[in-house]
Every structure is written in structure tokens, then in C-alpha cells.
């Protein structure tokens, strides 16, 4: 269903996961290969889509702190609690995020 948004971001946040087990394994060329295959698919839900989803942009927002890209992690994820102030997910993200700048994990 290449048109159901949905389904998409389902799909994105299903690679995200792929990759975390793929860091869980000690993988880390291909976890790196899957965050960026997953990062790549957030960001065309997100620009093929005339509406905001705050899950995409969370997506986005996950997958750079993983990378350590913590301050554009937070500007993703505090675009995605503007669009939706009580998305659970982007809350949890944003106060790891939030611990990991303030250099307490």
C-alpha cells in the first residue's frame, strides 16, 4: 500500500529497529548502512507528504541521535512535539536527547 502514510511510517520505524538489533550484535557497518537506509526513508515520507506527521519527524529525529547529531536530533524532535505536544514517543526522545547534551546519560 505505497499510498497508506501509515503503513510507511510503520515501515521506517520497523528499519529503525532493524538497526538497533543490528547494533545490539556488535554490527556496527551495517547498523550504520541501516540508519542511514532508515534516515532516507523518514525523509521521503516526509517531503512526499503535503501534511506534517510528528512520527516522521520523530523518525528523523531518532535516527540522528543515534548518530550523535544530538542538537539537530532535538530541532527534528521538537518540530515533531509542535505538531503533536503529547506524542509520547517524541517525549521520551526529547529527554534522552535533552540528558545526553547536558553530558548525563
Do not use: C
Not at 25 to 40: A, I, P, R, S, V
Request: aromatic fraction near 12%.
Amino acid at each position: 500500500y505505497p499510498n497508506d502514510q501509515y503503513l510507511q511510517i510503520f515501515r521506517g520505524y520497523f528499519l529503525k529497529n532493524e538497526a538497533m538489533v543490528l547494533r545490539g550484535l556488535g554490527n556496527n557497518e551495517q547498523f550504520q548502512k541501516k540508519l542511514t537506509d532508515t534516515e532516507q526513508y523518514f525523509r521521503t515520507i516526509h517531503y512526499e507528504n503535503k501534511r506534517l506527521f510528528a512520527s516522521t519527524l520523530n523518525g528523523i529525529g531518532s535516527v540522528l541521535a543515534l548518530r550523535g547529531q544530538l542538537k539537530e536530533a532535538l530541532n527534528w524532535i521538537d518540530t515533531a512535539l509542535e505538531v503533536e505536544p503529547d506524542y509520547e514517543a517524541a517525549k521520551h526522545d526529547r529527554e534522552m536527547v535533552v540528558q545526553y547534551l547536558s553530558g548525563s546519560p
